[in-house]
T-cell receptor, first 112, second 112 residues
Framework: DAKTTQPTSMDCAEGRAANLPCNHS???????VYWYRQIHSQGPQYIIH???NNETNEMASLIITEDRKSSTLILPHATLRDTAVYYC?????????????FGAGTRLTVKP | DADVTQTPRNRITKTGKRIMLECSQT?????MYWYRQDPGLGLRLIYY???????NKGEISDGYSVSRQAQAKFSLSLESAIPNQTALYFC???????????FGSGTRLTVV
Protein backbone atom coordinates (compact mmCIF):
# COMPACT_ATOMS: atom_id res chain seq x y z
CA ASP A 1 0.00 0.00 0.00
CA ALA A 2 0.99 3.58 -0.54
CA LYS A 3 2.61 5.32 2.39
CA THR A 4 1.61 8.75 3.59
CA THR A 5 3.57 11.69 4.90
CA GLN A 6 2.05 14.18 7.31
CA PRO A 7 3.51 17.02 9.36
CA THR A 8 4.12 16.06 12.95
CA SER A 9 2.17 18.95 14.41
CA MET A 10 0.16 22.03 13.51
CA ASP A 11 -1.55 24.86 15.32
CA CYS A 12 -4.76 26.62 14.37
CA ALA A 13 -6.66 29.54 15.86
CA GLU A 14 -10.14 28.81 17.10
CA GLY A 15 -12.76 29.75 14.53
CA ARG A 16 -10.33 29.64 11.64
CA ALA A 17 -10.05 26.90 9.04
CA ALA A 18 -7.62 24.11 9.79
CA ASN A 19 -5.92 22.72 6.70
CA LEU A 20 -4.14 19.44 7.26
CA PRO A 21 -1.94 18.23 4.39
CA CYS A 22 -1.05 14.68 3.45
CA ASN A 23 1.32 13.45 0.78
CA HIS A 24 0.74 10.06 -0.84
CA SER A 25 2.88 10.22 -3.94
CA UNK A 26 2.82 6.47 -4.62
CA UNK A 27 -0.94 6.04 -4.36
CA UNK A 28 -2.45 3.50 -6.75
CA UNK A 29 -5.47 4.12 -8.93
CA UNK A 30 -7.77 1.97 -6.80
CA UNK A 31 -6.68 3.33 -3.44
CA UNK A 32 -8.87 5.64 -1.41
CA VAL A 33 -7.72 8.36 0.97
CA TYR A 34 -9.16 8.06 4.47
CA TRP A 35 -8.96 10.46 7.38
CA TYR A 36 -9.44 9.60 11.02
CA ARG A 37 -8.82 11.53 14.19
CA GLN A 38 -8.05 10.54 17.75
CA ILE A 39 -8.99 12.87 20.55
CA HIS A 40 -6.74 12.38 23.56
CA SER A 41 -6.72 8.63 24.27
CA GLN A 42 -10.13 7.85 22.83
CA GLY A 43 -10.62 5.42 19.97
CA PRO A 44 -9.98 6.88 16.52
CA GLN A 45 -12.99 8.39 14.81
CA TYR A 46 -13.69 8.17 11.10
CA ILE A 47 -13.93 11.58 9.42
CA ILE A 48 -14.12 11.24 5.66
CA HIS A 49 -12.75 9.39 2.67
CA UNK A 50 -12.47 9.91 -1.08
CA UNK A 51 -11.07 8.50 -4.30
CA UNK A 52 -10.48 11.43 -6.64
CA ASN A 53 -13.32 13.89 -6.27
CA ASN A 54 -13.49 16.40 -3.47
CA GLU A 55 -15.75 15.29 -0.66
CA THR A 56 -17.62 17.14 2.07
CA ASN A 57 -19.62 15.98 5.06
CA GLU A 58 -20.79 17.51 8.29
CA MET A 59 -17.35 17.20 9.84
CA ALA A 60 -14.90 18.23 7.15
CA SER A 61 -13.96 18.61 3.51
CA LEU A 62 -11.42 16.53 1.66
CA ILE A 63 -9.56 18.06 -1.26
CA ILE A 64 -7.58 15.64 -3.44
CA THR A 65 -5.21 16.99 -6.07
CA GLU A 66 -5.82 16.08 -9.67
CA ASP A 67 -2.77 13.80 -9.76
CA ARG A 68 -3.95 12.27 -6.46
CA LYS A 69 -0.48 12.55 -4.97
CA SER A 70 -1.61 14.71 -2.10
CA SER A 71 -4.71 15.75 -0.23
CA THR A 72 -5.87 18.26 2.35
CA LEU A 73 -8.37 17.78 5.12
CA ILE A 74 -10.18 21.00 5.92
CA LEU A 75 -11.99 21.71 9.17
CA PRO A 76 -13.82 24.90 8.18
CA HIS A 77 -14.27 26.46 11.61
CA ALA A 78 -11.98 24.77 14.08
CA THR A 79 -13.03 24.58 17.71
CA LEU A 80 -11.08 23.62 20.80
CA ARG A 81 -12.74 20.21 20.62
CA ASP A 82 -11.03 19.58 17.28
CA THR A 83 -7.68 19.33 19.05
CA ALA A 84 -6.60 15.79 18.20
CA VAL A 85 -4.20 13.63 16.24
CA TYR A 86 -5.31 13.34 12.60
CA TYR A 87 -4.40 10.29 10.56
CA CYS A 88 -4.27 10.14 6.77
CA UNK A 89 -4.44 6.60 5.38
CA UNK A 90 -4.58 5.20 1.87
CA UNK A 91 -5.98 1.79 1.12
CA UNK A 92 -8.07 -0.11 -1.41
CA UNK A 93 -11.77 -0.52 -0.94
CA UNK A 94 -13.05 -4.09 -0.44
CA UNK A 95 -9.63 -5.07 0.75
CA UNK A 96 -9.15 -8.73 1.62
CA UNK A 97 -6.18 -7.87 3.75
CA UNK A 98 -6.14 -5.52 6.63
CA UNK A 99 -4.32 -2.43 5.52
CA UNK A 100 -5.87 0.34 7.58
CA UNK A 101 -2.52 1.32 9.00
CA PHE A 102 -2.32 4.23 11.40
CA GLY A 103 0.99 6.05 11.43
CA ALA A 104 1.99 8.86 13.75
CA GLY A 105 -0.43 11.38 12.22
CA THR A 106 -0.55 15.15 12.70
CA ARG A 107 -1.18 16.55 16.13
CA LEU A 108 -3.50 19.53 15.63
CA THR A 109 -3.76 22.00 18.47
CA VAL A 110 -6.58 24.53 18.25
CA LYS A 111 -5.78 27.60 20.32
CA PRO A 112 -8.20 30.17 21.72
CA ASP B 1 -25.07 1.89 24.32
CA ALA B 2 -21.84 2.24 22.42
CA ASP B 3 -21.50 0.52 19.05
CA VAL B 4 -18.26 -1.12 20.21
CA THR B 5 -17.83 -1.97 23.88
CA GLN B 6 -14.55 -2.95 25.43
CA THR B 7 -14.08 -4.40 28.88
CA PRO B 8 -12.38 -3.73 31.15
CA ARG B 9 -11.59 -0.02 30.65
CA ASN B 10 -8.53 -0.23 32.86
CA ARG B 11 -6.58 -3.19 34.18
CA ILE B 12 -3.44 -3.65 36.18
CA THR B 13 -1.98 -7.14 36.16
CA LYS B 14 1.20 -8.84 37.23
CA THR B 15 3.91 -10.24 35.02
CA GLY B 16 3.19 -13.82 34.02
CA LYS B 17 -0.57 -13.62 34.50
CA ARG B 18 -3.03 -14.52 31.78
CA ILE B 19 -5.47 -11.78 30.93
CA MET B 20 -8.36 -11.46 28.53
CA LEU B 21 -9.68 -8.26 26.99
CA GLU B 22 -13.19 -8.45 25.62
CA CYS B 23 -14.89 -6.65 22.78
CA SER B 24 -18.46 -6.72 21.58
CA GLN B 25 -20.15 -4.79 18.79
CA THR B 26 -23.71 -4.00 17.83
CA UNK B 27 -22.98 -2.82 14.27
CA UNK B 28 -23.69 -6.21 12.74
CA UNK B 29 -20.33 -6.16 10.99
CA UNK B 30 -18.34 -9.24 10.10
CA UNK B 31 -14.90 -7.67 10.40
CA MET B 32 -13.26 -7.04 13.76
CA TYR B 33 -9.78 -5.92 14.76
CA TRP B 34 -7.49 -5.54 17.74
CA TYR B 35 -4.96 -2.71 17.79
CA ARG B 36 -2.33 -1.66 20.28
CA GLN B 37 -1.14 1.89 20.89
CA ASP B 38 1.97 2.89 22.77
CA PRO B 39 2.47 6.44 24.04
CA GLY B 40 3.11 8.93 21.25
CA LEU B 41 2.77 6.31 18.54
CA GLY B 42 0.15 5.31 16.04
CA LEU B 43 -1.91 2.14 16.26
CA ARG B 44 -0.46 -1.24 15.39
CA LEU B 45 -2.56 -4.18 14.36
CA ILE B 46 -2.41 -7.29 16.53
CA TYR B 47 -5.06 -9.58 15.02
CA TYR B 48 -8.03 -9.27 12.71
CA UNK B 49 -10.99 -11.42 11.81
CA UNK B 50 -13.15 -11.15 8.70
CA UNK B 51 -15.75 -13.61 9.97
CA UNK B 52 -16.21 -16.11 12.77
CA UNK B 53 -14.07 -18.74 11.05
CA UNK B 54 -11.40 -16.36 9.79
CA UNK B 55 -8.59 -15.19 12.10
CA ASN B 56 -5.44 -13.49 10.87
CA LYS B 57 -2.27 -12.26 12.47
CA GLY B 58 -1.41 -8.60 12.23
CA GLU B 59 1.89 -6.78 12.58
CA ILE B 60 2.57 -7.65 16.22
CA SER B 61 0.78 -10.90 17.13
CA ASP B 62 3.56 -12.51 19.18
CA GLY B 63 2.50 -12.95 22.79
CA TYR B 64 -1.20 -12.54 21.96
CA SER B 65 -4.04 -14.81 20.96
CA VAL B 66 -7.64 -14.14 19.99
CA SER B 67 -11.00 -15.84 20.00
CA ARG B 68 -13.98 -14.95 17.81
CA GLN B 69 -16.83 -16.36 19.83
CA ALA B 70 -19.58 -14.93 17.64
CA GLN B 71 -20.05 -12.31 14.97
CA ALA B 72 -20.38 -9.72 17.69
CA LYS B 73 -17.60 -10.83 20.04
CA PHE B 74 -13.84 -10.80 19.62
CA SER B 75 -11.53 -11.37 22.61
CA LEU B 76 -7.82 -10.73 22.96
CA SER B 77 -5.71 -12.75 25.38
CA LEU B 78 -2.25 -12.22 26.75
CA GLU B 79 -1.12 -15.73 27.68
CA SER B 80 1.67 -14.59 29.98
CA ALA B 81 1.70 -10.83 30.38
CA ILE B 82 5.01 -8.97 30.34
CA PRO B 83 5.71 -5.30 31.16
CA ASN B 84 6.31 -4.26 27.55
CA GLN B 85 2.71 -5.20 26.79
CA THR B 86 1.68 -2.20 28.83
CA ALA B 87 -0.32 -0.16 26.35
CA LEU B 88 -3.70 1.11 25.24
CA TYR B 89 -5.67 -1.55 23.38
CA PHE B 90 -8.43 -0.80 20.91
CA CYS B 91 -11.01 -3.03 19.31
CA UNK B 92 -12.63 -1.98 16.04
CA UNK B 93 -15.17 -3.23 13.55
CA UNK B 94 -15.90 -2.48 9.91
CA UNK B 95 -18.25 -3.62 7.18
CA UNK B 96 -16.98 -5.44 4.11
CA UNK B 97 -16.56 -2.20 2.20
CA UNK B 98 -14.10 -1.02 4.82
CA UNK B 99 -15.39 2.51 4.52
CA UNK B 100 -15.11 3.47 8.12
CA UNK B 101 -13.87 1.66 11.14
CA UNK B 102 -15.74 2.07 14.40
CA PHE B 103 -13.51 1.90 17.44
CA GLY B 104 -14.19 1.12 21.05
CA SER B 105 -13.10 3.39 23.88
CA GLY B 106 -10.03 1.35 24.60
CA THR B 107 -8.58 -0.73 27.44
CA ARG B 108 -5.63 0.70 29.30
CA LEU B 109 -3.51 -2.26 30.39
CA THR B 110 -0.62 -1.99 32.82
CA VAL B 111 1.63 -4.98 33.46
CA VAL B 112 3.74 -4.66 36.60
Amino acid sequence: DAKTTQPTSMDCAEGRAANLPCNHSTISGNEYVYWYRQIHSQGPQYIIHGLKNNETNEMASLIITEDRKSSTLILPHATLRDTAVYYCIVRVQFSTNNDMRFGAGTRLTVKP
Amino acid sequence: DADVTQTPRNRITKTGKRIMLECSQTKGHDRMYWYRQDPGLGLRLIYYSFDVKDINKGEISDGYSVSRQAQAKFSLSLESAIPNQTALYFCATSDDRGYGYTFGSGTRLTVV
